[in-house]
């Protein structure tokens, strides 16, 4: 599919550095301003930073740049304004496309012999932004006590035991050098711009709400199939110019090698409508539901490259 439909290399640089430019300029703002100016550059990190994700998400498939040092160098710097090491990130992502909607990867539902509050909890967590701050603390953990990082330490929730073993040791090394700068460069902006610790967190929060919460209204409700259990949502227009057509997901989860850039305008046939992604979000807060129906995760085991 790269063959025809070409990387925009240009264009993606271009996109990335100007999302970090932006994003330095709101982060410098927020030392500043005080009351609604904090909430809107909270707002504004959070409108631009899940664009960067976007962008980091080509990254993530090596479709940012053709070159693969260009692409995974942009990709983690990308990442330090999340922030997060790219290498566990990229795993986690890529470990998705191999886990959706099996057992081990449906947030929607619970199962026999499974804690239904534990569930409520995981999924409301993800609705709310705790998700993004599990993430967050990872940088902690890896940077500090990468060893932590393995099933053992997560046997109380499946799928994060499913995360855990995919994740290759070969790239803990490079994880805990990106949690570290993470942590540097963030205690480096804090300390330069003399921004107030609840304003730092504000305006990452801004971006760390939205990005949880969208993270699985692209597949809350779908068909329990790896590839086709997604759905193609819509909003403004600009919005999704913004996003770089994110919300184009069960075409990216068809055409994972596909760059974002040609999600709008691939051939499939008769399309089924795009439903908007506001109420879908709404939806998902009636829980997750009882279900006797049992997907295998035919990845189990499988170590990200």
Same mark, same amino acid.
């Given at each position: 599919?790269?063959?025809?439909?070409?990387?925009? @290399?240009?264009?993606?640089?271009?996109?990335?550095?100007?999302q970090?430019?932006?994003?330095?300029? =709101?982060?410098?703002?927020?030392?500043?301003?005080?009351?609604?100016?904090?909430?809107?550059?909270?707002?504004?990190?959070?409108?631009?930073?899940?664009?960067?994700?976007?962008?980091?998400?080509e990254?993530?498939?090596?479709l940012?740049?053709?070159?693969?040092?260009?692409?995974?160098l942009?990709?983690?710097?990308?990442?330090? *304004?999340?922030?997060?090491?790219?290498?566990?990130?990229?795993?986690?992502?890529?470990?998705? #496309?191999?886990?959706?909607?099996s057992?081990?990867?449906?947030f929607?539902?619970y199962?026999?012999?499974?804690?239904?509050?534990?569930?409520?909890?995981q999924?409301?967590?993800?609705?709310?932004g705790?998700?993004?701050?599990?993430?967050?603390?990872?940088n902690?953990?890896?940077?500090l006590?990468?060893?932590i990082?393995r099933?053992?330490?997560?046997?109380?929730?499946?799928?994060?035991?499913?995360l855990?073993?995919?994740?290759?040791?070969?790239?803990?090394?490079?994880?805990?050098?990106e949690?570290?700068?993470?942590?540097?460069?963030h205690g480096?902006?804090?300390?330069?711009?003399?921004?107030?610790?609840?304003?730092?967190f504000?305006?990452? @929060?801004? *971006?760390?709400?939205?990005?949880?919460?969208?993270?699985?209204?692209?597949?809350?409700?779908?068909?329990?199939d790896?590839?086709?259990?997604?759905?193609?949502?819509?909003?403004?227009r600009?919005l999704?110019?913004?996003?770089?057509? #994110?919300?184009?997901?069960?075409?990216?989860?068809?055409?994972p090698?596909?760059?974002?850039?040609? =999600?709008?305008?691939?051939?499939?046939?008769?399309?089924?409508?795009?439903?908007?992604?506001?109420?879908?979000?709404l939806?998902?807060w009636?829980?997750?539901?009882?279900?006797?129906?049992?997907?295998?995760?035919?990845?189990?085991?499988?170590?990200?490259?």
């Amino acid at each position: 599919m790269t063959d025809s439909h070409p990387i925009p @290399a240009r264009l993606n640089l271009v996109i990335a550095l100007s999302q970090m430019i932006v994003l330095l300029g =709101l982060l410098w703002l927020s030392a500043s301003v005080e009351g609604w100016w904090l909430l809107a550059v909270a707002l504004g990190y959070g409108l631009v930073m899940n664009s960067a994700y976007a962008m980091l998400h080509e990254a993530e498939h090596g479709l940012l740049h053709p070159d693969r040092g260009v692409n995974d160098l942009t990709g983690v710097v990308l990442a330090l *304004f999340f922030p997060a090491p790219f290498h566990l990130i990229r795993q986690g992502h890529i470990g998705h #496309h191999m886990r959706n909607r099996s057992d081990d990867e449906a947030f929607d539902f619970y199962f026999d012999g499974e804690s239904r509050v534990w569930k409520y909890l995981q999924l409301y967590g993800i609705l709310t932004g705790l998700f993004w701050l599990v993430i967050v603390f990872s940088n902690v953990l890896a940077a500090l006590a990468p060893r932590i990082l393995r099933p053992n330490s997560v046997k109380f929730d499946r799928s994060s035991v499913a995360l855990m073993e995919s994740l290759n040791p070969r790239w803990m090394p490079l994880v805990r050098i990106e949690a570290i700068s993470a942590i540097l460069l963030h205690g480096g902006l804090i300390w330069l711009w003399q921004i107030p610790i609840m304003h730092w967190f504000a305006t990452l @929060a801004g *971006f760390g709400v939205i990005w949880s919460a969208m993270q699985y209204v692209h597949h809350f409700g779908t068909e329990r199939d790896v590839m086709n259990g997604a759905k193609n949502l819509r909003t403004w227009r600009w919005l999704d110019a913004l996003w770089l057509n #994110h919300n184009w997901h069960l075409r990216h989860h068809r055409h994972p090698t596909v760059s974002w850039i040609y =999600l709008p305008q691939l051939d499939e046939g008769p399309q089924s409508r795009r439903p908007h992604l506001l109420p879908s979000y709404l939806r998902m807060w009636r829980g997750p539901r009882l279900t006797h129906e049992r997907i295998e995760n035919r990845h189990a085991g499988k170590i990200i490259r």
